[in-house]
């Protein structure tokens, strides 16, 4: 009887491996837009499908099923999507039983509607379903349409190993929660993602680990909001700081990152724990989205411009050489020309080393879609934004300037994009460096960089001994 179960073990047999796979070698090409989560989700979903005995392919000219795994988050993403599904009639007509899915937060956000507004959609599965995905599409080929948009409270995909796509094999992204419960009242991602919900943080510690077994030295952690991290099991609680003490700790070697938080929940404890250890990225990404208070309190977010410029103190006094990141909004709904200046004030007094900015977009069944106008014309949104890239070019470069004839320790990513010859990687502040190749090193490595000149958008050095 114990042999029979030591056996069992030794293989890893499961009911599962005992039945037909219903992939039974079948080519699965995958398709990605939006954030992180979704690169994330999609490493997911070809794992779970893997298991079933799919074949993950990067040429969509063989694929059996093709996967969308779409974005919501600005009209612009959707449009974007819908353009790509059109193109994707010629390979329905130029393989037969083709089956095309459409995942994510699209597909969450539109439900049926997707399958009666493109003819080629056979799929349809929100976030939270993607272990249902082999009998969606096993529904799917036998001529149904498989749909399920059910969110759930609990799945974290926790204990599934996403199959890494990643190409450098240096950093990679690990998801410690899903979901988000701030209602910022422009925003889509409370409705596609569901409730927010924390990861075991075995099952985070271990992949991380694995991770660094394989080589990996920078891992970042994912979350909308990742400050809020929180397990409670067996009267023992783990909040995101002693999260980060423990991945900090898997080994001195691996650099851990984070994104993103949100500034109300920025903790000292956090700062105290990343000051600790110097593995821990100076790099901290603090979404301000407006510098006016009046946009604030519309936009929900919980906190004024002082409260947020606290936090910036905080983070300046605990980790004097940490780098300062943000999103911003222009032309949010009833935004003025005062409260545009006030971004922009914010943006100077913080001084951010770099930011994504964008332009605001109604998203149907948000909270400003439902009590507020979108009334700052076009044009408009468009000058604000180009007055807010502008701005942030200028601090970007005077950002870069201040590196100039420093050293840096700088974590190897690989060949540099514009030349074979040169290398690139990433200061702790993630700021990207470009330098000299030189022989015996690689990527993964870490080397001395100093500084020699730069752009608005990258640093240029070379190595030195340490
Ligand atoms: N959870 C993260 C943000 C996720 S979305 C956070 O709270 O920081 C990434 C960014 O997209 C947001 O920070 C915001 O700046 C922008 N964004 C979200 N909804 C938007 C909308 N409707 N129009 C324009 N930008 C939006
Ligand atoms: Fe959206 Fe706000 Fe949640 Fe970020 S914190 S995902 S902006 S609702
Ligand atoms: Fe887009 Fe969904 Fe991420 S809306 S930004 S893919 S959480």
């Given at each position: 009887?114990?042999?029979?179960?030591?056996?069992?073990?030794?293989?890893?047999?499961?009911?599962?491996?005992?039945?037909?796979?219903?992939?039974?070698?079948?080519?699965?090409?995958?398709?990605?837009?939006?954030?992180?989560?979704?690169?994330?989700?999609?490493?997911?979903?070809?794992?779970?499908?893997?298991?079933?005995?799919?074949?993950?392919?990067?040429?969509?000219?063989?694929?059996?099923?093709?996967?969308?795994?779409?974005?919501?988050?600005r009209d612009n993403?959707?449009?974007?999507?819908?353009?790509?599904?059109?193109?994707?009639?010629?390979?329905?007509?130029?393989?037969?039983?083709?089956?095309?899915?459409?995942?994510?937060?699209?597909?969450?956000?539109?439900?049926?509607?997707?399958?009666?507004?493109?003819?080629?959609?056979?799929?349809?599965?929100?976030?939270?379903?993607?272990?249902?995905?082999?009998?969606?599409?096993?529904?799917?080929?036998?001529?149904?349409?498989?749909?399920?948009?059910?969110?759930?409270?609990?799945?974290?995909?926790?204990?599934?190993?996403?199959?890494?796509?990643?190409?450098?094999?240096?950093?990679?992204?690990?998801?410690?929660?899903?979901?988000?419960?701030?209602?910022?009242?422009?925003?889509?991602?409370?409705?596609?993602?569901?409730?927010?919900?924390?990861?075991?943080?075995?099952?985070?510690?271990?992949?991380?680990?694995?991770?660094?077994?394989?080589?990996?030295?920078?891992?970042?952690?994912?979350?909308?909001?990742?400050?809020?991290?929180?397990?409670?099991?067996?009267?023992?609680?783990?909040?995101?700081?002693?999260?980060?003490?423990?991945?900090?700790?898997?080994?001195?070697?691996?650099?851990?990152?984070?994104?993103?938080?949100?500034?109300?929940?920025?903790?000292?404890?956090?700062?105290?724990?990343?000051?600790?250890?110097?593995?821990?990225?100076?790099?901290?990404?603090?979404?301000?989205?407006?510098?006016?208070?009046?946009?604030?309190?519309?936009?929900?977010?919980?906190?004024?411009?002082?409260?947020?410029?606290?936090?910036?103190?905080?983070?300046?006094?605990?980790?004097?050489?940490?780098?300062?990141?943000?999103?911003?909004?222009?032309?949010?709904?009833?935004?003025?020309?005062?409260?545009?200046?006030?971004?922009?004030?914010?943006?100077?007094?913080?001084?951010?080393?770099?930011?994504?900015?964008f332009k605001y977009s109604m998203r149907?069944?948000?909270?400003?879609?439902?009590?507020?106008?979108?009334?700052?014309?076009?044009?408009?949104?468009?000058?604000?934004?180009?007055?807010?890239?502008?701005?942030?070019?200028?601090?970007?470069?005077?950002?870069?300037?201040?590196?100039?004839?420093?050293?840096?320790?700088?974590?190897?990513?690989?060949?540099?994009?514009?030349?074979?010859?040169?290398?690139?990687?990433?200061?702790?502040?993630?700021?990207?460096?470009?330098?000299?190749?030189?022989?015996?090193?690689?990527?993964?490595?870490?080397?001395?960089?100093?500084?020699?000149?730069?752009?608005?958008?990258?640093?240029?050095?070379?190595?030195?001994?340490?």
């Open positions: 009887m114990t042999d029979t179960k030591k056996e069992t073990e030794n293989h890893r047999l499961s009911v599962a491996d005992l039945r037909p796979l219903t992939g039974a070698g079948k080519k699965l090409y995958v398709e990605t837009y939006g954030c992180q989560m979704n690169v994330g989700d999609s490493e997911i979903l070809i794992a779970i499908m893997q298991r079933e005995g799919y074949r993950y392919t990067e040429d969509i000219a063989q694929a059996d099923v093709i996967l969308v795994n779409t974005c919501s988050i993403a959707e449009q974007r999507i819908w353009g790509r599904l059109r193109e994707f009639h010629r390979y329905k007509k130029a393989r037969k039983g083709l089956i095309v899915g459409i995942v994510g937060c699209m597909a969450e956000r539109l439900r049926e509607e997707l399958l009666e507004r493109e003819s080629i959609v056979d799929i349809v599965a929100g976030p939270d379903s993607y272990r249902d995905m082999p009998r969606l599409v096993a529904l799917a080929a036998s001529g149904a349409h498989g749909v399920n948009v059910q969110l759930s409270e609990e799945e974290t995909y926790g204990e599934i190993r996403p199959v890494r796509l990643d190409k450098n094999g240096v950093s990679a992204f690990v998801a410690i929660m899903r979901g988000c419960n701030n209602f910022c009242s422009y925003c889509v991602v409370p409705y596609t993602r569901g409730r927010e919900r924390s990861r075991d943080p075995q099952t985070i510690l271990r992949e991380v680990t694995e991770l660094f077994e394989a080589g990996y030295r920078e891992v970042t952690l994912l979350g909308q909001n990742v400050n809020s991290y929180r397990w409670e099991h067996d009267g023992q609680t783990v909040t995101f700081p002693d999260l980060m003490e423990r991945v900090a700790a898997v080994s001195p070697l691996l650099r851990v990152r984070f994104a993103t938080s949100h500034p109300k929940d920025l903790s000292d404890r956090l700062l105290e724990v990343m000051a600790a250890r110097p593995n821990i990225c100076r790099a901290i990404h603090l979404p301000a989205q407006s510098g006016s208070d009046r946009l604030l309190k519309a936009m929900n977010r919980k906190y004024t411009r002082e409260w947020y410029l606290g936090r910036v103190a905080a983070i300046r006094h605990a980790l004097p050489d940490c780098a300062i990141t943000t999103d911003l909004i222009a032309g949010f709904c009833g935004e003025t020309e005062e409260d545009h200046a006030q971004t922009l004030s914010l943006m100077r007094e913080v001084g951010y080393d770099s930011a994504y900015m149907p069944g948000t909270q400003a879609d439902r009590h507020m106008t979108d009334d700052v014309p076009e044009e408009e949104k468009v000058r604000r934004l180009n007055e807010i890239i502008a701005l942030q070019n200028d601090l970007s470069l005077a950002s870069n300037r201040r590196d100039v004839g420093k050293r840096f320790e700088v974590l190897v990513e690989g060949p540099s994009r514009r030349s074979g010859e040169q290398l690139c990687g990433r200061t702790s502040q993630n700021k990207m460096v470009v330098f000299d190749a030189r022989e015996g090193i690689a990527a993964g490595d870490y080397v001395t960089v100093r500084i020699t000149d730069c752009t608005s958008a990258t640093l240029l050095g070379e190595v030195v001994a340490e």
